[in-house]
């Protein structure tokens, strides 16, 4: 029975030593978190400035700019809603 080339001991194409997959699995982790963090608030920042917007609203306050465009349709939607509500342009 054949044995693996990254099976044999102090050749090449060995496994990394579970210090080295521990780093490899830590940066990982820490570049998914952070990419999550970015998507996340993209995500956000148009829902906080559709929150606002309606809260001037409920002050009947009907002025300001129109919120950021969403690369989420949904959100885009809301936005458009409450922009032609208020009476925006574009909205």
């Known amino acids: 029975m054949a044995v693996p080339a990254w099976s044999r001991r102090g050749g090449k194409g060995q496994l ?5 997959a ?4 830590l940066v990982v982790l820490l570049a998914a978190l952070g990419l999550g963090w ?7 920042q148009p829902l906080r400035r559709i929150t606002a917007d309606l809260e001037q609203v409920g002050r009947f306050n009907l002025s300001g700019e129109p919120a950021p465009i969403s690369f989420v349709k949904e959100i885009t939607v809301v936005n458009d809603g409450v ?7 574009g909205g």
């Open 83 to 89: 922009d032609r509500m208020i009476g925006r342009p």
């Open 38 to 44: 970015l998507v996340s608030e993209r995500v956000a």
């Open 16 to 20: 990394p030593t579970n210090e080295t």
């Open 22 to 25: 521990a780093a490899i699995g």
